[in-house]
């Protein structure tokens, strides 16, 4: 298929009669939009997230439910098509009651998943339902059918493969005729659903992206695009109209909430340019993320990422000797664990856990694997930190660019330096308490 854009919209974007239409009217506006994947409504995964944690009693999860129930029928109520959908959303909800009595019997993840799916599933409804008010042939898809992962139930992992195969023989072919939507978030292992974790929707978008060969992977969300730093830390953040796929990558990693880590991975497997815009304001330039663009300046952006773990291990076996360092890192690959920044010393090594929580609660390590870990050396961990990362290009190759950063820092204590193994980025791990500070600093001295 020729000149194919993918379009992802956001939480607020689907988040109620008006914002839908506005999105609809932004998929319409391009004729090349022949495959919207959408967000549950704003709000809607949050509430999803408690009548899955197997503590609500009955009183709390029909309260819940009905908050779920009002949201989406305040939008049907604004929709003129004749479709029952009233009936859909009382299916829906009566096996979403179902499986939350279970869930509250017998807590499982499995469960989880398949409770958190409802509400991409209701979204993608209305959705198709709107699009149709506005005469557009649109078809709902479900997503499930071709977004294979692994069992890996709240962070699954997708299966490359056999996603392209089933998008091609399942999907594709519907482009032809229809606009399609389904849903992000969402996958399947087998016929049980499966959630690629919290800010998935953008992941999934861009493996569909890949598996069709889309042309462009548009991003819709309710800010005008990507900023020099979070315009809720400063208010001389600047708009950033056009930055490289490394450097887009550094921000995701790091902090910039905007863009979930993962998204960039298949664009850049297949070298799909990526646009992030607004849809309560489609009118602004937004940023487009590329292979090559034609600035690339030494400082680009500051990013902030709060509830960092920071684990010191501390052993005379590492001094002049070999092996300490695989040992410890194969007992964190056997409990699963994923590191984020490491620096080490003679007798000493930090590192700090990258934080896959749902709950984007601080991550910490299993008493399994701290129990294994204290055998082989001493173990101390510390919480309360925020990771502040200074993106740019050629940072550790340019002279005198060490001496503005760390001239600028000269009165905050840094407790890590991460710096050298990327040009595109220089790392501080601060304490929680003064990191929105330091990110003011960094901006106004850098920018």
């Not at 005469?135 to 692994?150: G, H, I, L």
Request: aromatic share 6%; with cysteine; hydrophobic share 40%.
């Amino acid at each position: 298929m020729l000149n194919l854009t993918v379009a992802k919209f956001g939480g607020t974007s689907v988040a109620n009669y008006q914002a839908m239409v506005r999105s609809a009217n932004i998929v319409l506006k391009n004729p090349a939009t022949k495959l919207v994947v959408v967000s549950a409504c704003s709000g809607v995964t949050n509430i999803l997230v408690q009548l899955s944690s197997g503590k609500v009693n009955e009183e709390s999860s029909q309260h819940l439910i009905k908050k779920l129930e009002n949201i989406h029928t305040d939008i049907i109520e604004k929709i003129s098509t004749t479709s029952d959908l009233n009936a859909k959303l009382s299916e829906h909800l009566n096996s979403l009651k179902l499986l939350v009595e279970e869930i509250n019997s017998q807590y499982s993840k499995i469960l989880v998943d398949q409770i958190v799916s409802y509400g991409e599933v209701l979204s993608s409804l209305l959705f198709t339902e709107i699009l149709k008010e506005l005469k557009a042939q649109s078809y709902c898809f479900d997503v499930r059918k071709v977004m294979k992962t692994n069992n890996s139930y709240g962070q699954a992992k997708p299966n490359l493969e056999l996603i392209k195969t089933l998008t091609t023989s399942h999907l594709k072919p519907l482009l032809t005729d229809h606009i399609v939507v389904t849903q992000g978030y969402i996958g399947s292992f087998g016929n049980t659903t499966t959630t690629l974790g919290r800010g998935g929707s953008d992941f999934s978008a861009a493996l569909l992206a890949e598996s069709c060969s889309a042309d462009v992977l548009e991003i819709w969300t309710d800010v005008p695009g990507m900023y020099t730093t979070d315009p809720r830390l400063t208010n001389k953040a600047r708009p950033i109209e056009e930055i490289s796929f490394s450097e887009a990558s550094e921000m995701a990693n790091f902090g910039a909430k905007i863009l979930h880590p993962s998204t960039l991975i298949p664009a850049i497997r297949k070298n799909i340019p990526v646009f992030i815009g607004s849809s309560i304001s489609s009118n602004e330039k937004g940023t487009w993320i590329k292979e090559s663009v034609d600035s690339s300046p030494l400082f680009r952006a500051v990013t902030l990422r709060k509830n960092q773990t920071l684990i010191t291990l501390h052993s005379l076996k590492m001094f002049q000797a070999y092996g300490f360092l695989a040992e410890v890192f194969n007992i964190l690959a056997r409990h699963k664990i994923s590191v984020d920044l490491v620096t080490t010393s003679e007798v000493k090594i930090s590192l700090t856990l990258d934080n896959l929580s749902t709950a984007n609660e601080a991550p910490n390590i299993p008493s399994e694997a701290l129990k294994e870990l204290e055998e082989l050396c001493k173990v101390e961990i510390e919480q309360n930190y925020s990771l502040v990362a200074l993106i740019g290009n050629r940072i550790s190759q340019t002279n005198g660019a060490n001496k503005k950063v760390f001239n600028a820092l000269k009165d905050y204590t840094l407790r890590l330096i991460c710096y050298g193994a990327s040009p595109h980025n220089m790392c501080f791990l601060v304490k929680e308490n003064v990191a929105k500070e330091i990110v003011n600093t960094l901006h106004n001295e850098l920018f």
